[in-house]
């Protein structure tokens, strides 16, 4: 099975002559000289958050794959996508302001645990309630999927 990515983007900037990547999802952006520095970076840089949100539910074996495709788009997946999806929804909550209780209030759930399982990496949502869980972690966002 094919695993699930987060669309990014890379660029030269023509002002700088830098290397831009930004994951919107992820709310990261680098640059370097190089776009190949860049997409090492980019990996660098998601690196760092995963390990500062999920130090104990990184194995050695992880590991973040960067795919470049045509027009400057850019795939980042995971070894353990659910650990990268878990960054994605705090990312998005933080981004908002929200706090976990505002989250679940939105999802009108009486137990913020219950938001939380997915936000630290303890549960993986389907495709659908993945798209409820990124709404209510911020509601400004427009939805990735669409129905």
């Known amino acids: 099975m094919k695993p699930m990515e987060l669309e990014g983007k890379v660029w030269k900037d023509s002002a700088s002559s830098w290397w ?6 992820l709310d990261v952006m680098t640059q370097a000289k190089t776009r190949s520095e860049a997409l090492e970076m980019i990996k660098d840089a998601v690196m760092e958050l995963l ?5 104990n ?3 050695k074996g992880f590991k973040l794959s960067v795919c470049l495709y045509e027009n ?3 795939g980042l997946s995971a070894s353990d996508d659910k650990l990268l999806f878990a960054l994605g929804l705090k ?9 976990i209780r505002d989250v679940a209030k939105r999802l009108k759930s ?3 645990n219950a938001y ?3 936000e630290r990496a303890l549960a993986r949502p389907s ?3 993945y798209a409820q869980l990124l709404h209510a972690a911020n509601p400004h966002r427009r939805p990735l999927l669409i129905a």
């Open 51 to 55: 390990k500062d949100s999920y130090p």
């Open 91 to 99: 990312r998005q909550r933080l981004m908002s302001g929200s706090t």
């Open 57 to 59: 539910l990184l194995g």
């Open 20 to 25: 831009l990547v930004d994951v919107s999802f």
């Open 127 to 129: 495709l659908e309630k």
């Open 72 to 74: 400057g788009v850019i």
């Open 110 to 112: 009486k137990s913020p």
């Open 116 to 118: 939380a399982r997915y």
